[in-house]
């Protein structure tokens, strides 16, 4: 046998590790250093926590006077785990991720000398959880950094320690509170709160971690900074009744369809009552069960595609042009919001309305969401000012010239908006990218006089602007891909999740959730009452039921954006709302609809019954399943006429625009766990209720729309 000598050498293996041990400086201070090679937010993986157990060893080896935790990135903590971690894994898998962690973490607890965590970005989940384990905490006052154990939003839980720390440190209330709101506290707050020591500014992090690390002596943790929060963390009844609040809070709240919250306040009671090993087994074994549960599956997922969708949303389509100045045309509800999300993502405004007093009004709407948002900590007044500095107004085209992009959000008006489109131009530069905030009128419709077709796109903002994640965009066939491309860069810039679908009544988002409300109104008429339907969706695990949700948004609106698609897919638009738009019933707001309001309470609207018709024994136990499943099916459809390019952007359009419920992961994901009960009830619905209830093909066929 000839064996050859002649092997390729091997790759140079020599990798650059995630984490690295710095020998004490003259001050006696030494320094771990957290910089993953291969990814800009220090995500945590197994070779960091390798790198990250070995960097300790180093440290407790060379016994400096103090320690400070860093970040090698330069506005970036540790964003938590690497969800690669979870993929696939079993039960006993996380387990064992979650013991590792919690091991590596108690050594860095355990150091005989002081640490300190630098905290220069976000630090969240596993990240925060790392700060949590060393003795100070200092974070830099810039408008990233954040604090926060975001785990409960995945359907997981803290399972680094941070049931066990975060109560230890902050109390027990403030914990839970937290820990079960997966809230994000910015420095001030994280300082108010006592999850950090100090807040500096960014530029002295590093010294004064170092002096802290040399000065400082070790501490434990007390437990919270009243007397209140300290008795109720220590002195069990106390403690017994703040626990119990808070399971039966959080019962109220998800229904019993989220297990995490609930997981998570039994670690932290089981950590408080019989000491931190016993919390920490606690913690370990539920995140096992939770990371390999349906509702964490599903959760992680998502949140999977969110992160990937930054850029899976430019496939196909060409660069996008620079924007630094956006024009909004319609300073009314969303143009206002949507001026005010560009100025906060350091955009520069120039807004048009009708006249003066519009402009003023919008300006004044602009000024309100900002100061309210440095109110609540998401800028600081400093930034707030400059916020409102950028956004200016005028009722002509004056200063639209440079716009880079303009909006429009003027009425849902077919003639307006074409004619809106038309004087832009006139006014804008030959490069300059226009898009249309509509509802549901298709984009090509109102670019069907334009000069320049290729240039016009649809941008379909979710209102309130300020809160709501998705931004759908929408591509005309004529539209040239780096206008498209332009308008995606833009919802990145803007903190947005953008899809892209194709043109059409309703585009993605508002078909699907029109043909079910169209469906909730045929209900209606069927003689099923205005709360049972809303109470059977929401039981379902929906926000808030669809009739309820039409009264929010407006009954014209709704009515218009239903016979928009009605229209277009062939089925007879719904009568019964016009009616009581006919009598005076135009939302929440505006007289009442399927509701009447009467400050906070609300009761159905007897004129609803009236108008429909008289109840004749009907059945309602299938509710959710019929309006659910044909949303479902209505997206497959979505899928089948290439409106979607994915069910990864369906599941996410679904989830972040209109409240799919997200444990259920989005109507495709949904359709592969369920997919026979799916099929099956939409055919006996369909044999009882008519041919659009008929399962599409795509449901019928067996291939699954997401392969894992
Ligand atoms: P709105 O009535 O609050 O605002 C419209 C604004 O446009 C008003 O300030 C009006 O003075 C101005 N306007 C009208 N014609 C104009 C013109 N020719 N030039 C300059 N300004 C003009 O309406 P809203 O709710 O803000 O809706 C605007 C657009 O956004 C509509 O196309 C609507 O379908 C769409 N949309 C609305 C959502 C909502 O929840 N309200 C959600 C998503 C999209």
Redesign the pocket.
């Known amino acids: 046998m000839i064996v050859s000598t002649e092997r390729p050498s091997p790759v140079a293996t020599a990798r650059r590790p995630s984490v690295v041990f710095v020998a004490a400086d003259p001050s006696g201070v030494a320094r771990i250093v957290i910089d993953r090679p291969d990814d800009a937010v220090n995500a945590i993986n197994v070779m960091l926590l390798e790198d990250l157990a070995t960097a300790i060893a180093a440290a407790r080896e060379a016994r400096p006077r103090g320690l400070v935790v860093a970040s090698g990135k330069e506005s970036q903590f540790v964003a938590g785990a690497d969800l690669a971690l979870l993929r696939g894994a079993s039960a006993a898998d996380a387990e064992r991720a979650s013991r590792e962690m919690q091991r590596v973490l108690n050594e860095l607890a355990a150091l005989p000398f002081t640490t300190v965590a630098a905290i220069n970005g976000p630090a969240l989940g596993g990240g925060l959880e790392i700060a949590l384990a060393c003795d100070v905490r200092l974070i830099a006052d810039a408008p990233g950094a954040r604090v926060g154990l975001t785990e409960t939003r995945l359907g997981l839980i803290p399972a680094a320690g941070g049931t066990q720390r975060l109560p230890r440190l902050v109390g027990l209330p403030r914990a839970l509170e937290m820990i079960l709101t997966a809230r994000q506290l910015a420095p001030r707050r994280a300082l108010k709160a006592g999850v950090v020591d100090e807040v500096v500014h960014p530029a002295v992090l590093l010294r004064a971690s170092s002096e802290h690390a040399a000065h400082d002596r070790k501490r434990k943790p007390s437990g919270g900074r009243t007397l209140i929060e300290r008795t109720a963390t220590h002195l069990a009844p106390l403690r017994a009744l703040a626990i119990r609040s808070a399971r039966s809070r959080t019962l109220a709240e998800t229904k019993g369809r989220y297990p995490a919250p609930l997981a998570a306040i039994d670690a932290v009671a089981i950590g408080l009552a019989r000491g931190m090993t016993a919390g920490l087994e606690a913690e370990a074994r539920a995140f096992g069960t939770l990371a390999a549960g349906e509702t964490g599956r599903n959760l992680t997922a998502l949140l999977a595609l969110t992160l990937r969708q930054r850029r899976a949303a430019f496939e196909g389509l060409g660069d996008p042009r620079p924007v630094t100045n956006v024009g909004v045309?319609?300073?009314?509800?969303?143009?206002s919001g949507i001026a005010q999300a560009a100025a906060a993502a350091g955009l520069r405004v120039r807004a048009?309305?009708?006249d003066a007093a519009?402009v003023a009004k919008?300006l004044s709407t602009i000024r309100e969401l900002t100061t309210e948002g440095a109110r609540k900590g998401v800028f600081d007044r400093r930034e707030a000012a400059r916020v409102i500095g950028r956004v200016t107004g005028g009722p002509d085209l004056a200063g639209f010239s440079h716009a880079d992009l303009v909006i429009e959000?003027?009425?849902?008006e077919i003639d307006?908006k074409r004619?809106?489109i038309a004087e832009l131009e006139k006014a804008l530069r030959e490069d300059a990218v226009i898009a249309s905030?509509?509802?549901a009128l298709p984009i090509a419709e109102i670019a069907r006089d334009a000069r320049a077709p290729e240039r016009i796109v649809g941008m379909?903002?979710?209102?309130p602007v300020h809160k709501m994640p998705l931004l759908e965009i929408i591509r005309p066939k004529r539209a040239d891909p780096s206008a498209v491309a332009t308008a995606v860069a833009t919802a990145n810039a803007l903190g947005k999740t953008p899809i892209v679908v194709g043109d059409g009544p309703g585009f993605y988002t508002t078909r699907v959730l029109s043909t079910m409300i169209g469906e909730a109104f045929a209900m209606l008429a069927e003689g099923i009452d205005v709360e049972a339907i809303d109470r059977a969706m929401t039981a379902f695990g929906w926000p808030v039921g669809p009739l309820r949700l039409v009264d929010e948004?407006g009954l014209e609106?709704a009515a218009h954006a239903g016979e928009t698609v009605a229209k277009a897919r062939g089925i007879g638009a719904p009568t019964l709302v016009n009616a009581l738009v006919a009598e005076g019933f135009k939302g929440k707001q505006r007289g009442g609809g399927f509701y009447l309001y009467d400050g906070k309470r609300r009761r159905p609207n007897p004129r609803v019954r009236a108008i429909a018709g008289d109840t004749h024994g009907v059945v309602v136990e299938d509710i959710a399943q019929r309006l659910t499943f044909m949303l479902v099916n209505e997206a497959t459809r979505c899928l089948e006429e290439a409106v979607l390019r994915s069910p990864a952007e369906g599941d996410l359009g679904a989830v972040l625009g209109f409240g799919f419920p997200p444990f259920l992961g989005g109507p495709f994901r949904y359709a592969d766990a369920n997919r026979h009960e799916i099929v099956s009830t939409l055919e006996r619905f369909a044999a009882a209720h008519g041919a659009h209830l008929e399962p599409t093909e795509s449901l019928r066929s067996r291939r699954p729309f997401f392969s894992l």
């Open positions: 045309v319609g300073l009314g509800f969303m143009g048009r309305d009708r519009a919008g959000a003027v009425f849902e307006t004619r809106v905030n509509t509802s379909h903002f979710f209102s948004v609106p």
